[in-house]
């Protein structure tokens, strides 16, 4: 296991490469092996003597495990800075906080463009299909190996919280608490049709290569951005978009050309653009393909809360946001429904906010309360100080 | 002009192609000038003889002149067949119904793929940036062409709809009554980033050629579709995508691969694939674009009710549907409120259906009736039988 040190000193930035070895194989829900895992993680603040204070962070499709601290890739502070800090709803004086990247990612973790151990190549399209239940599989791995029996919390937003509920699903009895933000049960098919698009425009950019881009030198960087793009105005609510950018023109006047003439249009191009730097085109189909397979009720006879009936000792918390429209908050309902019918502990707060489903990574100071209020009465309840 | 006769006897098939000499160039929004400017329409019915029963029937984004009988491009029924016909809103024993292709299309009308007479290549991107005031100035040089001074109704949806505003706000006083179906009086942010999207999709085809696909004997067709399957999603609503698909796989089975595993996927790669046998990808660009730059009020000191200022007389009929997440009902409550304040006379529907923006092109028997209701009382004002 590998160490690194970072600058940042508040929340540490311990953690590093985890690989397991031949007798340890991933057995994936498609019934392919993946030998020789590695998972690439972060972790703040230290274990506490009786092992009862970690917390899973799970990220959300193109994030990764720099979730507090800077992102060495980016120079940037991690994704849920606001979270996870001192004094924070996770604090690592606290918790044990850990946050792996995603099996199928390319941040680190095994994906696509790892190289596959066995013929010496860039996996690329011959990396077998993953699920959300795959990434959580792995992650109990690294759990294992970290030697945490039980999850004093498992926590995310958008496809983290799909995770959070696969855990609550398949390791109840290593969960205390569990809180899924802006998420869902199940990818819907507008969910599934936005994704397909995405996967479209990669796939028709010719330098994907029939997804061997990786060894022919060549990058899909147009499609990925294009595909980026289309996703971007999913996590944005219309009224975000129009109070941010409206019909504010880049310059005075209208162009009468296809330059970018709308502030809107020149920050969607940026976020394209900036995307391909930091990530990978095949971990972006493998990952949107293991979302759009996500159905937690499918897996449990058709019936949502046949997936929680050994979890009614966890506590849930569920959040949601009036304007996320890719997550509306009936999805989140009908998960707390299902905590119902199944006899389960559950908090849930529709959080009014007009910033569409990229709320949650936002500055939302009610969610950060609810958020504070959920893990503090969690914790007592666990004996944490 | 020509005259061509076709199988559909109920409706007719009247129409063809009027080419305007070089006295009567079209004077662009840009500045820029249209000389020989060609337009395709169709016609239902007959002129009255004080030519007081025309209806100009605009069209969408993608669509054409064939708004009924049968479309010659594909053999099927027009795009508004529900409406106009025998014993509909729009019949041709009582109205003569005009429809013609928008400047900047690709169905007969003047346009990106047309050859520019004065240096005898197509034009591609050299075809000037057009608006939605400039397809309607076109629109007027046809009527004019016609013989018809005062339309009795000016009727659209959607993009349609925009021309509609446009007609009323530019030729008031040739205008009776006027129908805007889920429309807007400005595209939104999230409108244009939409848009953009689509032209970033089809700019990114390297068959694109910069425009000059047409030159080069390419044809930009994975770009195309995918642009057609983004816009295609926000054609239709969650409830109807969840309704007709929702996770419905193709076979038995995960194929555990890119295939289309879910209905919907397959159905939106059907959508691409299908449009781009019948649409020019400049002509997505150019008509895209004149929607994005459409901002009624603009061009009025910023005030919508100004651009009604000189049509209180004209009889407004505004539909909107309770499930069009692109139009969404806001938009025209915005328009029936900048017509109240100019005190013209608005009936106003919003229509209760789960079918999203795509309803007005669809089977809604509220829609058909309001519109019924609408023209029959305008008719009886006007003095048609």
Redesign the interface.
């Known amino acids: 296991m590998s160490r690194d040190t970072g600058a940042e000193q508040l929340v540490g930035t311990d953690g590093g490469l985890l690989r397991f070895g031949p007798d340890q194989p991933l057995r994936l829900d498609?019934r392919a092996v993946l030998n020789g895992l590695e998972i690439a993680y972060r972790t703040y603040g230290t274990l506490n003597a009786d092992r009862s204070n970690a917390v899973l962070v799970c990220h959300a499709l193109t994030l990764d495990q720099h979730a507090a601290g800077e992102n060495p890739a980016t120079g940037k502070p991690g994704w849920w800075s606001k979270v996870i800090g001192p004094g924070l709803a996770l604090d690592p004086a606290k918790h044990f906080i850990v946050c792996s990247n995603v099996v199928g990612g390319c941040m680190g973790t095994t994906g696509p463009s790892s190289v596959n151990l066995e013929t010496g190549r860039v996996y690329g399209?011959t990396f077998?299909?993953i699920t959300i239940a795959d990434m959580v599989r792995a992650q109990a791995m690294l759990i294992d190996a970290l030697g945490i029996e039980t999850l004093f919390a498992v926590v995310g937003g958008s496809m983290g919280g799909m995770q959070v509920l696969q855990w609550a699903a398949d390791y109840p009895d290593r969960v205390f608490s569990a809180i899924c933000i802006a998420s869902a049960p199940?990818?819907?098919?507008?969910n599934?049709?936005?994704h397909?698009?995405g996967?479209?425009?990669v796939?028709?950019?010719?330098d994907w290569r029939g997804g061997d881009y990786a060894s022919q030198g060549a990058r899909p960087e147009?499609?990925l951005?294009?595909a980026r793009?289309?996703a971007h105005?999913t996590y944005l609510s219309?009224a975000a978009?129009?109070r941010?950018?409206?019909?504010e023109l880049q310059r005075d006047g209208?162009s009468?050309?296809?330059d970018?003439?709308?502030q809107?249009?020149s920050y969607?191009?940026h976020q394209?653009a900036s995307f391909v730097d930091r990530f990978d085109a095949n971990s972006y189909?493998y990952i949107t393909?293991a979302m759009?397979?996500f159905?937690l009720a499918?897996a449990h006879g058709g019936v949502l809360a046949n997936a929680f009936a050994k979890a009614r000792h966890v506590r849930f918390c569920v959040l949601s946001f009036t304007s996320d429209?890719l997550y509306?908050t009936t999805e989140s309902r009908s998960i707390v429904k299902a905590l119902n019918a199944a006899a389960a502990r559950v908090s849930f707060v529709e959080i009014e906010s007009d910033k569409g489903h990229d709320a949650f990574l936002l500055d939302e100071p009610v969610m950060h309360g609810a958020l504070q209020g959920f893990v503090d009465s969690a914790a007592q309840a666990r004996g944490l100080r």
Do not use: C, N, T
Request: proline share 5%.
């Open positions: 498609s399209l077998p299909v199940r990818h819907s098919a507008q599934i049709a936005f397909e698009v996967r479209q425009a796939m028709a950019d010719p147009k499609g951005a294009v793009m289309a105005i219309e978009l129009q941010k950018f409206g019909r209208l009468w050309s296809f970018a003439d709308f809107v249009e969607l191009r394209g189909l393909r759009d397979y159905d499918e429209w509306p």
